[in-house]
């Protein structure tokens, strides 16, 4: 299995690695990696392969493949590295970064609004959760006031690992009623934002909350039924909609 470098710190732009495979698509599978892959709403990341001796592969995602190997994805036509060779994994670290602040930023909201989540997404502008909200009448000035005091209150995020057998035991800890938490290796990662919230989660996320800026509720949408969904923009996307 592929070492997950940004399991154990988000912030590592580049890094050195091997190449393990490089499958019939072309998908590039190395022995270690700072990419994130795609899952949990949150997208894969891109950036560019320095190949040793050769030159620049660019990265234009990454996903799990069937086999929950992290595959690295190259454009159409791209230099592909040889397996054995050594290469310099970079990151696009404006996408990166912008993908943790709104990770956490989405974390919090789920504190804010403390009710079932059925979805979400996390972009470079915008994100989004959906909620099991039985009544509306939601108020989107009263939710970006509360949200943006939780992150102006400067709350440290940390990690901590339970095994699957704690966590099965301790189900008020997952908020997703859709998307299962990060189990099977017999130990799952929680994300903690200070005192204010704790899930487990796989994903990327800033040090603390303060880094995350600014932000605002966009736009709040009845998707039927119980279904509401919320989403989030950074206050510098310019004008709110």
Not at 86 to 111: F, G, K
Not at 226 to 232: G, T
Request: hydrophobic share 35%; net charge negative.
């Amino acid at each position: 299995m592929t070492e997950m470098i940004f399991r154990d710190d988000a912030y590592v732009r580049e890094c050195k690695a091997r190449v393990v495979d490089v499958n019939e698509r072309g998908g590039i599978i190395l022995e270690r990696t700072n990419f994130y892959a795609t899952s949990g709403g949150q997208p894969g990341d891109c950036g560019e392969l320095d190949i040793e001796g050769v030159g620049s592969c660019p990265i234009a995602t990454t996903v799990y493949d069937s086999d929950k190997r992290i595959v690295h994805v190259a454009p159409e036509g791209s230099i592909l590295p040889e397996p054995g060779a050594l290469v310099v994994c970079r990151l696009n670290w404006q996408v990166r970064h912008a993908h943790m602040r709104m990770h956490t930023a989405l974390h919090l909201l789920s504190a804010v609004l403390a009710y079932p989540v059925t979805g979400g997404q996390i972009g470079v502008e915008r994100g989004r959760l959906d909620f099991n909200i039985p009544e509306g009448g939601l108020d989107k000035d009263q939710i970006t006031t509360e949200l943006n005091r939780l992150i102006e209150g400067n709350h440290d995020v940390s990690y901590r690992w339970i095994s699957d057998e704690e966590l099965l035991a301790n189900p008020e800890l997952i908020k997703s009623m859709n998307v299962k938490p990060p189990m099977g290796t017999g130990k799952v990662r929680l994300v903690e934002i200070g005192d204010c919230d704790v899930q487990p989660c796989g994903g990327t996320h800033v040090a603390n909350t303060a880094e995350i800026g600014e932000v605002y509720i966009a736009k709040i949408e009845n998707k039927g039924g119980k279904n509401r969904r919320v989403r989030v923009a950074f206050k510098t996307d310019g004008e709110k909609s």
